[in-house]
């Protein structure tokens, strides 16, 4: 066996509707693959090294992140972990749940991913959040170690991320706009905030409060117990009609017929839950009282304790963010790192036609996709495949060149994003049919759908390798 090793420093850090947190990662890169065959380079250890404290999310007022005191935090937490931006490879800021939403979000996320090093990138989305957090509870390796279906319920303070891993395989995900700072109140129990999405909640529900109420126990478990109704209602196999009615804008019910056996909780409700908290009015929220009501909705599943509960979304981004292409990866100019690059993933009829030399289907496609999206370029996403003939190679390469040259400008590079280990030999024709000034770049092992964006960073273990991110920017009304 090859013992060709590098590490890479990764960092995550999770800026949520309730908390801020930050976590540091050594992720082992390994050439598997024996002596005399085709390098097989992926991740094969992941460390957390450092882990923040959890912060309360700075807030200027609702409708606003304190960016400077977030990145006071972050500053301060890299001095605590020893480590300065130059020293990071690789990682991800991500902004989650009401986050998301303030209208200073996109400003923050980028400052914040241009200050904490020359590959992290910034990223938001609710069905994004809700993977990473599933494979940052260790629900994914779960459901593949046991053959198992299993769900994570990630439960913060303005959504609820929900992910369903069979075999290790994402199955499905979806996120609703509930979670424990709903609603709020003082240490008279007075309600001094009510959110929209309460105020849905409540509609649906009939469920009456108002702000400035004295809120009895009573009152508060049944507005937590509607909270923890639609949570439920999400993991039916089709969704009910108050898991819909809370659905967030940009997310899609979840759509898994395979039935779940195992529920996971994360997130900040998680560690109520899991302790069995007895104060419910214990953080002027309705987080203790949902991690109380969840008990009574686990009937006919098993409940299995993550690996992380009110961090897994950001060990997830830190630790699960970044893969590796570097099994037969081609690429003629180091013009790396590449930020927030479209992908368009063909349609499997279009490759198809490819292979035969036809790109006609293909050029409408990615014709279509940069009208939809306003973007000059895109990674073209090949499913590829695992065997592949001579002439089916010539016949793709020649139809990617004919794609590049009807839809993208001369000086933009060529850059193939393949899911099975064909990119250095499809990198390598293309090379010898193109002029030479041309930037081509062929990834493999990458599996991505249209909409994702990549960034892929500078290369490792002497260029045989280079970390890439697949990942959504959504940010919400």
């Known amino acids: 066996m090859s013992t060709e090793k590098s590490e890479i420093l990764s960092v995550g850090i999770d800026i949520g509707t309730t908390t801020t947190s930050m976590i540091v990662s050594r992720l082992g890169i390994a050439n ?17 090294v450092y882990r923040s404290e959890v912060y309360r ?60 090093g020359d590959f992290v990138v910034s990223t938001a989305g609710p069905d994004l959040e809700s993977i990473i957090a599933g494979r940052g509870a260790g629900t994914e390796d ?17 959504t609820a991320n929900i992910a369903v891993f069979s075999c290790g395989r994402l199955l499905g995900q979806t996120c609703l706009d509930v979670g424990g700072r709903l609603l709020e109140y003082d240490s008279e129990h007075r309600i001094t905030y009510m959110s929209t999405s309460f105020a849905v909640l409540a509609r649906e529900t009939g469920i ?5 109420q004295i809120l009895t126990q009573e009152q508060l478990l049944a507005a937590a117990q509607a909270v923890a109704a639609a949570i439920f209602d999400a993991l039916r196999p089709e969704s009910g009609h108050l898991a819909r009615t809370m659905l967030t804008a940009s997310s899609h019910p979840l759509a898994v017929s395979e ?28 987080g203790p009282a949902i991690a109380h009501c969840l008990h009574e909705q686990t009937a006919g599943f098993e409940v299995i304790r993550p ?21 037969t990866i081609s690429y003629s100019e180091d013009i790396f790192p590449i930020r927030n690059l479209h992908v368009f993933a063909l349609s ?4 198809q036609a490819m292979y035969q030399g036809d790109a006609q289907q293909a050029v409408r496609e990615l014709n279509w996709f940069l009208d939809q999206s306003a973007a000059d370029n ?20 020649q139809a990617v060149l004919e794609m590049d040259g009807s839809v993208f400008a001369p000086s933009k590079p060529l850059i193939i994003i393949c899911e099975n280990d064909m990119a250095k030999a499809l990198g390598q024709v293309i090379r010898r049919k193109i002029r030479r000034d041309k930037c081509v770049i062929c990834l493999d092992r990458i599996r991505v759908r249209s909409g994702d964006y990549v960034d892929i960073g500078k290369t490792v273990m002497d260029g045989a390798a280079v970390p890439v991110v697949v990942k959504t920017l959504i940010f919400g009304a």
């Open 32 to 48: 598997t693959a024996a002596s005399y065959m085709v390098p097989d380079i992926s991740i094969t250890a992941r460390k957390i």
């Open 57 to 116: 999310t700075p807030l200027d007022n609702r409708s606003r992140l304190d960016g400077d005191r977030i990145r006071e935090i972050i500053r301060a937490e890299y001095g605590r972990a020893g480590i300065t931006p130059s020293d990071v490879d690789t990682g991800a800021v991500i902004i989650t749940g009401e986050s998301a939403r303030k209208e200073n979000a996109r400003v923050i996320l980028e400052s914040l991913s241009s200050f904490a």
């Open 142 to 158: 779960f459901s593949s170690r046991y053959s198992c279906t299993a769900a994570n319920l990630d439960i913060g303070g303005g």
């Open 208 to 212: 009456k409060l108002q702000i400035g």
């Open 259 to 286: 039935p779940i056996r195992y529920v996971s909780f994360s997130g900040g409700v998680a560690d109520c839950y899991y302790r069995c908290e007895q104060d419910l009015f214990r953080y002027g929220d309705l």
């Open 307 to 327: 690996r992380e509960t009110i961090r897994a979304t950001v060990v997830g981004a830190g630790t699960y963010m970044t893969e590796v292409s570097g099994s």
């Open 348 to 351: 499997g009829q279009a490759e």
């Open 378 to 397: 895109a990674g073209i996403g090949l499913q590829g495949k695992k065997q592949l003939g001579y002439h089916e190679l010539c016949c793709l390469a």
